[in-house]
């Protein structure tokens, strides 16, 4: 049974701090993996997708990669600002069962100003 | 603006009550989805739609009814409410893409916050 974990589950740092966000997952068979951010009661935002087949995907400031060996995604934030306080949550989408997509719990961000 | 509009927002009902929630979409995209949002769980999908008139379901599909009779327009019913589907439900996206439409990214709604008393 596939198990998304995402470590920490709680960071707080001061602005302009690099940070990197991690997640883990225990069945390699996916199509992608895909980071979202979740605002207090809003929906979930795509930050970015990563195919099985790519390693890595970068948007502005955010990188994500991805060792689909070792089961093992992180999201990288450059100079991280207060505005970026919100839920990372990440989701693989399993090769079995259709569109069958598996979240993690998420990690909660909060950036001091 | 283009996107997914859930409603209502907020939601009360009682245990044995029938209840929709809407979802709409502009962007014409194939593919729809509902998801639960709880504590402890995290989001679950619940039922799906390939396109119109196609749906399948998800991972707890019990107690819930859809339909698809319109691309933009995908509707959640619970047909009989009961205090274990209180959540926040979650509706989303994804457009068909040539090759795998596996690939293509999930876009959300804001939810819709179900109370069943």
């Known amino acids: 049974k596939q198990e998304v974990t995402q470590i920490p589950a709680a960071l707080s740092v001061p602005e302009g701090e690099n940070l990197v966000l991690n997640c883990s997952f225990t069945?390699?068979?996916?199509?992608?993996l895909q980071w979202f951010r979740q605002d207090p009661g809003k929906g979930l935002t795509s930050l970015l997708l990563?195919?099985?087949?790519?390693r890595e995907q970068t948007s502005g400031r955010l990188n994500a990669s991805l060792d689909k060996s070792s089961g093992r995604s992180t999201l990288y934030i450059a100079a991280s600002q207060p505005g970026d306080s919100a839920t990372y949550l990440c989701?693989?989408?399993?090769?079995?069962?259709?569109?069958?997509?598996?979240f993690g719990a998420g990690t909660r961000l909060f950036v001091k100003a | 603006d283009a996107g997914i509009t859930q409603s209502p927002r907020y939601k009360i009902t009682e245990t044995g009550r029938q209840v929709t929630l809407m979802c709409h979409q502009t962007w014409s995209h194939s593919y729809m989805f509902w998801y639960r949002q709880d504590l402890g769980h995290g989001l679950r999908l619940i039922y799906y739609?390939?396109?119109?008139?196609?749906?399948d379901k998800g991972e707890v599909p019990d107690g819930y009814v859809v339909s698809r009779s319109k691309t933009e327009n995908f509707p959640l019913t619970l047909e009989s409410a009961t205090r274990s589907q209180t959540s926040v439900y979650f509706c989303a996206s994804s457009e068909r893409l040539r090759g795998s439409s596996y690939n293509s990214p999930l876009h959300f709604g804001n939810g819709t916050r179900l109370t069943v008393t």
């Open positions: 989701a693989v989408r399993l090769q079995t069962g259709g569109f069958k997509t598996i």
């Open positions: 069945d390699s068979a996916i199509y992608n």
């Open positions: 990563i195919q099985s087949s790519q």
């Open positions: 739609s390939a396109a119109a008139d196609i749906t």
